[in-house]
């Protein structure tokens, strides 16, 4: 078998991978089965910083990872990767920065890695890259002469051709994406999209799974992301910390309805609208006054980016609305956290949660959905109310699918889910949970490895010109 490389920002955790979720665990899994190297950035800059990687051996992989210069940071990563295509992927172009000065820092940091990695690399080797921070770096590589299979998998959503156009580059990345042999989307409405773009915008022509255009083919399709489902299942059931958790949000809770939600802290979550949800339950169903306990965990992240500020300025200001409207000596309505909690106490919190909701505006996948449902005791499940805004909604439909838009029809959601009688939970759950055990993450990392192994068993490569 040849060897993995796995490209992605962030490098690890290898030693405690389970700490950190799924993702890393499927990828660590991965890279000690075929003695891979897990390539990326360190997390660290340095004034000085030179094109080298630091390679450290970690039970049987390497970890090669590249120091960025502040300059390098602040236009590569804060700039073009989070105010500029992380807005504009998820449909705010209200909030995206077109600075052509971070747009030349991604390009370069991008070469920088391609120029780093190359002498890294052995000729039978696999590269599988993650994500928006990379769309230039495929192509980068294969200008440098690399002729290995190179798959990308973008975790974020692929936006409508429009809204991609407002982009004052997006011909150059789109470009730059067929230098990669497969490129995996997490639904198919993403591959649509981009097939989309490649034929009207770009003149490409599309045949079946494979796109044609710029002189190479392409291989697109959906590879929808798990969480390992049995994994998490068994700690929410079974782990001391996840049960420790649960009885500390039970406890006290009598008849109330524990309702809650985890997010990173960031705008395409639509925590605020979210609240302003919570607020109309309370407005309007006025016999859910005490008895409802929302909680929501949101962990800070981008802190250093401008508008991830203003939208926590806001969000201090609605809890503080509503608890100031609704609350009394006896009952906090809303407690809102911005730290994070540890993964295994997660599972319990869940579990102890009889409401999961979870309501972005968009999103790629949205794990948390995923993991809310794995956490529930299959006897008593609690309820999962999702937005159409989310990747997982195409896998979830037994969830109680709302318009996060849509203040009065997610407070009626609420309604619905906590009058839902104990037979309905059940059937939503095991449909559900069938699905998500058939999907889990262990799967969809072997039906992109075996996607990319057999696109590029006969091919011809070229850089994009
Ligand atoms: C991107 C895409 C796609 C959150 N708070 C805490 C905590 N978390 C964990 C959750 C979950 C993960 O972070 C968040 O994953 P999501 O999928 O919800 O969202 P993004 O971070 O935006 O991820 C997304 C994903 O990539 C994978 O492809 O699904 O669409 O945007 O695992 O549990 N974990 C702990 N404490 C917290 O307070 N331990």
Redesign the pocket.
Known sequence: MSRLVVVSNRVGPVKDAA?????AVALVDALRARGGLWYGWSGKTDKRAVDYASIEDAESLSLATVDLTPEEYEDYYNGFANRCLWPLFHYRIDLTAFDRRYYEGYRRVNAKFARVLYPLLRADDTIWVH?YHFLAFGNELRQMGAEQPIGFFL???FPAREVLAALPHHDAMVRGLFAYDVLGF?TEQDCERFRDYVVREAHGIANGDKLHCFGRTVTIRAFP?G?DTEGFADIAANDKDARRQFDKVTKGLGDRTQIVG???L?Y??GIAERFQAYERLLQEYPDTRREVSYLQ???A?RGEVLEYRQMREELDGLSGHINGTFGDFDWTPLRYLN?????R??AGLYRASKIGL?T?LR???????K?YVAAQDPEDPGVLILSRF???SYQMPEAVIVNPYDSKGVADALQIARYMSLQERRERFEALMKRLRAEDVAQWRDDFMSTLATVTRRRTISAVS
Not at 339 to 343: A, D, E, G, Q, T
Not at 363 to 369: K, S, Y
Request: no cysteine; proline share 10%.
């Open positions: 700490r950190a979720g799924g993702l994500d975790h974020i959503p997490q992301i969480i985890v997010d990173r960031d395409t979550k965990i949101a962990a992240s730290k994070p909690l540890p993964r106490a997660l979870v972005p999103d790629g996948m949205n794990l948390v959905a993991e989310a990747g997982a």
